[in-house]
């Protein structure tokens, strides 16, 4: 398995990114059976979760990020997304996702930065 992140960039305070993660070489009814979440850590930081989406189809976020980001998947293409508005210089940092199977993280993305600007 391979989590491939991207969509991170440079963007001025107020403006809005979206981040995708592919998970390479999974089948796609493992991808359906999966949790996955998106984290991040900025410098000097401990890695915080950011949002979950659960196989059954809940969601979760951190209380920094709720009523501005939203999680989201699509089964049929074995991606993860992460839709972020609003945004902050404090949600300066690197962007991981991860999958959770059998109550452990056990693959991570490699990280895509997102910077945001006052």
């Known amino acids: 398995v391979q989590l491939q992140a991207s969509g991170g960039g440079l963007v001025q305070a107020g403006g809005s990114l979206r981040l995708s993660c592919k998970a390479a070489?999974?089948?796609?009814?493992?991808?359906?059976?999966?949790?996955f979440f998106w984290y991040r850590q900025a410098p000097g930081e401990q890695r915080e979760l950011v949002a979950g989406s659960r196989r059954d189809g809940s969601t979760n976020y951190g209380d920094s990020v709720k009523g501005r980001f939203t999680i989201s998947r699509d089964n049929t293409k074995n991606t993860l997304y992460l839709q972020m508005n609003s945004l902050k210089p404090e949600d300066t940092a690197l962007y991981y996702c991860t999958r959770r199977s059998q109550g452990s993280y056990d693959y991570w993305g490699q990280g895509t930065q997102v910077t945001v600007s006052s």
């Open positions: 070489r999974m089948i796609t009814s493992t991808f359906w059976n999966t949790d």
